[in-house]
């Protein structure tokens, strides 16, 4: 065997050796944000397999509660979305049908029945609308739908209301007096601040949470936990709250009460048990507000679309991060490396790129090397998505696509200060995610049909 032959052989050794490694799946997913895991919820439910692979941490860690989908004050979202998608054609929103992105959320909103949609209660044709929450500094927020235990009956107040603004004495991130001033800026009505001691009710409740020494303070994470295993027992907490609230209000009369208002630290699991529980025992409505700080609500988020997956059998794995792809005939083979520096290997005919915006990794870091690693493949780079959200490229179809924030990075006319500016958050993920599942769905179907004959 001559030099070229030995080298052949031993290329081909490596390759078979290489294949015998590989695993095989529908569609692979890069990224596992909310982008990433509704994509693969989507085909999950039409019956396509998936693998999700996140290397840790992203913008979705970070959310803050409301399905934002345009910054819009108006009456007509619709219309509205539709005159931006004229003006910026660049946006992952210009490859969208208003039938479609009106379809992706109902979808979202039933099955996702712990969140409020305004186009339920703010107009009778279910139409995706704006309404208005309230954040955690008193001020008000546009939004399609938030989860239903954040207050947004504004119209409900009057010059007779009283709302206690229930802070926690241990949890130094509820700045209830200006979320009072904001309101009584904004609204009629008393807004009175009540500061309750969790660790009277810890002790009340033989309760063992050792709370920080140097600081006095307890995390949010840490309360909200305490509160998820009492869920179904609030009498405590709503009969210290009756008495904090005699001894420090006795000018106010308790029947006055219209409204309770809490830090969004009430339970990860079980927030509307706990909230439905302390309504009933305080006799008043209790809500909470949009978090502004890191945050319980991407938690609970995360944790109700992990049950869902579960329930699909669909695999996350993390931490693992893309560092490598390349062509095998019509599939594609991805190569993940986890913490350690081991390599997994993955084939699938279908990629799903989810890797958001802000937190990329291996080879999305670097805009110079993805371009080049795209055009060895022949992929084109940037600017390169067609309105299926698919990779342009020399092959006919790609079966290459992106959803959620990622769609920024591969435009030269987009940022990620749009996406603040624009306040599309959580509708882009939702409405890429739902057309992109549509397209793998049909030529999925399509293939398996042709095999069949
Ligand atoms: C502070 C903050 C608060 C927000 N609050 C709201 C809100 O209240 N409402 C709203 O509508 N929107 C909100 N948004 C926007 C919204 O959270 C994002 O638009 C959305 O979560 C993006 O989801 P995504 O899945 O596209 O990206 P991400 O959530 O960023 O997910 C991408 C994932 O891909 C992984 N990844 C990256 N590179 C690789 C790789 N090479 N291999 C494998 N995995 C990789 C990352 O680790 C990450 O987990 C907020 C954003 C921020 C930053």
């Not at 969140?115 to 208005?132: K, Q």
């Not at 009369?253 to 927030?271: A, Q, T, V």
């Not at 991060?321 to 986890?338: A, E, K």
Request: proline share 4%; with cysteine; hydrophobic share 40%.
């Amino acid at each position: 065997m001559n030099k070229e032959e030995s080298k052949n052989e031993l290329a081909n050794n490596k390759k078979s050796l290489d294949k015998s490694f590989e695993k095989s799946i529908d569609v692979i997913i890069i990224g596992g944000g909310f982008a990433g895991m509704n994509t693969a919820r989507l085909l999950a439910q039409r019956g396509i397999s998936s693998v999700i692979y996140d290397a840790g941490y992203g913008a979705s860690n970070l959310w803050l509660g409301t399905v934002d989908v345009l910054n819009y004050p108006g009456d007509n979202l619709l219309l509205e979305l539709a005159k931006f998608q004229v003006s910026i054609p660049a946006h992952p929103y210009a490859h969208l049908s208003m039938d479609n992105l009106q379809a992706s959320l109902d979808e979202f909103y039933e099955k996702f029945s712990s969140f409020a949609s305004f186009a339920s209660f703010n107009n009778n044709s279910n139409e995706i609308c704006n309404g208005h929450v309230l954040t955690s500094l008193g001020n008000t927020k546009l939004t399609t739908g938030v989860w239903n235990t954040i207050f947004r009956e504004f119209n409900s107040l009057n010059d007779q209301s009283l709302c206690v603004l229930v802070e926690f004495i241990e949890f130094s991130h509820s700045p209830m007096h200006l979320v009072a001033k904001g309101l009584e800026e904004k609204f009629p009505g008393t807004f009175l601040v009540l500061s309750i001691s969790l660790q009277k009710l810890f002790k009340q409740m033989n309760a063992d949470i050792p709370v920080n020494t140097d600081s006095g303070t307890l995390s949010a994470k840490t309360i909200a936990s305490f509160f998820d295993s009492k869920a179904i027992h609030m009498s405590p907490l709503a009969s210290l709250i009756k008495s904090t609230f005699t001894s420090k209000y006795p000018e106010f009369s308790w029947k006055n009460i219209s409204l309770f208002l809490f830090p969004p630290i009430l339970g990860i699991e079980n927030s509307p048990t706990i909230f439905t529980h302390l309504s009933s025992h305080l006799g008043v409505e209790c809500y909470e507000m949009v978090s502004l700080s890191p945050s319980i609500m991407a938690e609970r988020f995360i944790r109700q679309f992990h049950r869902k997956l579960q329930v699909f059998s669909v695999p996350i794995n993390k931490p693992f991060t893309l560092v490598d792809f390349i062509r095998d005939g019509t599939d594609w083979i991805c190569s993940f490396q986890d913490n350690k520096g081991n390599i997994e290997k993955m084939k699938a005919t279908y990629i799903v790129i989810a890797v958001g915006s802000l937190f990329t990794q291996g080879i999305f870091t670097e805009p110079y090397e993805l371009g080049n690693k795209f055009h060895q493949l022949g992929l084109d780079f940037p600017d390169s998505i067609n309105s299926n959200y698919e990779i342009a490229s020399t092959e006919k179809e790609s079966n290459i696509f992106v959803v959620g924030a990622a769609n920024y990075i591969f435009s030269t006319d987009l940022s990620e200060e749009d996406e603040v500016r624009d306040g599309t958050g959580l509708g882009v993920a939702i409405a890429t995610s739902y057309k992109v599942a549509e397209i793998i769905h049909s030529r999925y179907s399509k293939k398996s049909k042709n095999y069949g004959n």
